[in-house]
């Protein structure tokens, strides 16, 4: 019986059958109809994932006509962080690094972000000054929607990196309630901050303010963001803002949190891009997981299944995440070429992103 | 003879529900209906795995987690006199758990402390960016047998192997299994740098870890 | 992985009309389909050409709004972005600063 070249999520080269690619595909749809409550993706549909899984050629691509945009984050960091950011650990300028995105790379659009500062919203408040000055002249060179890009990162708040109690130190000693109230301070204190940052890069000719790994510290990290949008918004209204996700579900630390009514904890893409709409985001950036220890067509699967909801029920443009461990391409730093096309293949052409 | 299946089943969804109340009366009126309080224990243990698996899936969240295993071990300090002599107390290995230094990714490695806790270990959290001597001296001198290592970064997920490496130059390699998790962290890394277990999420962690005890 | 983002799905930046396309998007909040179509009117082209490096390496020269080869003396930087701005009838950030700071006597 014939067999086809693939990957485990792992990165790791595999041969395996027609048959079993399309019970793979069948399984990975099912676990993100179960955890997810999002519809089956139909038999056509998986009739197309199982032929991009399938096809023989190395690199596959969409047709002609279906190209979409592909934003970025992560900033210069990518060729001048270590491994940590995917970095290359080139030793160039930030302005450098952008213009080779916008002028060799073909990226439709880029960022600035400061990896000195732990890329982070509250360290780099102490840098503000430098990181205006930098964008201006950044600005004065690019052509592509350039904007300012950290993570809110709320773990920074907490002891023993910042002035709040350690929520799950707190909990382990049976301090929910007091838990959950510092999270509530330290939330107030990073939608302050995002505001800050964001008018100030408004006011150096940022585009907006690109959030990367959003709700990476829980819902109140997600619910901050929110918050911070839209006082950033309100401030600034021309400031577009993208939010891109840390996770396909939004981890309850706190477990109580809502925005405007809606439940923070728990939610899953279709329903955060909602939250994000409600708070002003123009563009959101939805994320899954890759399991490591299931196979390309899985994790595809899993993926389009759940970004295809997200992408129906957002009236905003969606750009899904999907560098390593994420969208379903393999959790490794230099994942496969043959795995990241057909993972953009099938979420262009089966999932109808706006963007990547 | 009966397998309980009413108890054990009032046991699950009394976990599921995460209410210290709930569960302590689940726990007694299983006593109360004659099931033996080792098999409360371990019907308990199941509940919280899939209290994990609810958790990981945004179904329940962390305070739950924590109310769930809070009523886990306050059922268990009821039950400890109905428990065989030589049970009482007794764990099934002592564990060392920490995010490695350089980490400050801390909410994983806790949850799977919890668990490992509700699975019957004696847990050893020493929070997270733990300097590596740290781990090896809860080998030496605190008689943990086994360790959880967690690494949230490409960059700190060397310190794992690091570690590994100390175990062996210190001579107590053979005396511990090493676990290790965390994003960036697979089971081909694990195999790489000679780990006894890898888990992709705390659910599973506990099973996994139960297998190492052979 | 931008190369093979780009290789497989990419609009194309500057080669052709990718960052047009990704400013209606941020500016309006418009899905890809209407983002395109827009582009495309303005621009005079069908869809189609939108990617078309045959088409859009001449036009982007000719509307000034950036190319991605060095050509001195074509619109960079703001000099583009302000082309950019008529072009498709949206405000872009530093051009308002730009102007704001040039009026001053």
């Known amino acids: 019986m014939a067999e086809y070249l693939t990957y485990m999520g792992d ?5 395996c059958t027609r048959e079993k690619i399309i019970d793979d595909l069948q399984a990975g749809m099912a676990e993100a109809v179960e955890v997810g409550n999002v519809p089956d993706l139909t038999s056509e549909e998986l009739a197309m994932l199982c032929d991009i899984v399938c096809d023989r050629n190395r690199i596959v691509s969409v047709e002609p006509g279906n190209e979409v945009v592909l934003s970025n984050d992560g900033a210069q960091n990518k060729f001048t962080g270590d491994s940590g950011s995917s970095g ?3 030793e160039m300028s930030a302005l450098a690094a952008a213009q080779v995105h916008e002028r060799a790379l073909s990226m439709d659009t880029f960022e600035f972000g400061s ?8 360290p780099l408040k ?3 000054a430098m990181q205006m000055q930098k964008m201006e002249d950044m600005q004065n060179s690019m052509i592509v929607p350039f904007f300012y890009g950290a993570m809110p990162n709320m773990g920074l708040y907490y002891e023993p990196d910042g002035p709040f109690g350690n929520p799950p130190d707190l909990m382990r000693e049976g301090k929910i309630e007091e838990a959950q109230s510092e999270m509530e301070k330290a939330m107030d204190m990073m939608t302050r901050d995002i505001e800050f940052m964001g008018v100030k890069m408004q006011e150096a000719g940022s585009d907006g303010f690109n959030f990367d790994t959003t709700a990476s510290a829980g819902d109140g990290d997600f619910l901050s963001v929110l918050r911070g949008v839209e006082l950033l918004k309100k401030a600034r209204p021309e400031a577009q803002t993208m939010v891109g996700m840390s996770s396909e579900n939004v981890i309850g630390i706190h477990g109580m949190l809502d925005y405007k009514g809606q439940d923070v904890a728990g939610i899953y893409p279709h329903d955060q891009a909602k939250l994000a709409e409600m708070a002003g985001v123009d563009v959101f950036g939805p994320v899954t997981n890759t399991k490591s220890g299931k196979s390309l067509a899985w994790n595809m699967a899993y993926s389009v299944a759940l970004i295809k909801e997200c992408e129906k029920k957002s009236n905003l443009p969606c750009h899904v995440n999907m560098g390593m461990g994420v969208g379903g391409i393999p959790m490794l730093e230099t994942p496969p070429a043959e795995a990241v096309t057909r993972c953009s293949k099938a979420m262009v052409e089966v999932a109808k992103v706006d963007g990547i | 003879m009966t397998s ?3 108890e054990r089943k009032a046991i699950a969804t009394a976990m599921v529900a995460y209410k210290v109340p709930g569960i302590q009366k689940a726990a007694a009126d299983a006593k109360a209906a004659g099931m033996e309080a080792t098999d409360i224990i371990e019907a308990m243990g199941a509940g919280m795995s899939e209290v994990g698996v609810l958790f990981e899936r945004g179904k329940l969240f962390l305070p739950h987690v924590l109310s769930a295993a809070n009523g886990m071990s306050a059922a268990v300090k009821a039950l400890e006199a109905d428990l065989p002599k030589d049970q009482v107390g007794t764990k099934l290995a002592k564990v060392c758990m920490g995010t490695v230094e350089g980490d400050v990714h801390d909410i994983g490695k806790s949850i799977c402390s919890t ?7 004696d847990v050893v959290d020493l929070g997270r960016d733990v300097p590596s001597k740290d781990f090896i001296a809860q080998v030496k001198d605190n008689g943990c047998s086994m360790m959880g290592l967690s690494a949230l970064m490409t960059t700190t997920m060397t310190v794992q192997r690091d570690i590994i490496g100390m175990l062996k130059d210190a001579g107590l390699r053979d005396d511990v299994k090493v676990m290790v998790g965390g994003a960036p962290v697979t089971q081909t890394w694990a195999d790489k ?7 992709e999420s705390a659910s599973e962690q506990v099973d996994r870890a139960k297998a190492l005890l052979g | 992985m931008s190369i093979a983002h780009m290789m497989a799905s990419g609009l194309g930046g500057i080669r052709t009309s990718g960052d047009l396309v990704a400013r209606m998007q941020f500016a309006r909040k418009m899905k890809t389909p209407a983002a395109k179509e827009y582009v495309a009117k303005k621009l005079g082209v069908s869809v189609l050409d939108l990617t078309d490096v045959y088409v859009m390496r001449d036009l ?24 950019i701005e008529k072009l498709l009838d949206i405000e872009i950030n530093c051009c308002e600063i730009f102007r704001k700071m040039t009026s001053k006597r």
């Open chain 1, 11 to 15: 990165g790791k080269r595999i041969f």
């Open chain 1, 88 to 90: 290359c650990g080139i």
């Open chain 1, 115 to 122: 990896l000195d500062n732990n890329y982070s919203v509250k």
């Open chain 1, 126 to 128: 102490a840098v503000i």
């Open chain 2, 4 to 6: 309980f299946e009413n």
């Open chain 2, 115 to 121: 668990m490992l806790q509700c699975g019957g270990f």
């Open chain 2, 193 to 199: 740098i000679g780990a006894d277990c890898y888990s």
């Open chain 3, 60 to 83: 982007r020269e000719a509307l000034g709004i950036g190319v991605t080869v060095g050509l001195p003396g074509a619109p960079r930087g703001i000099a583009a972005k302000m082309n």
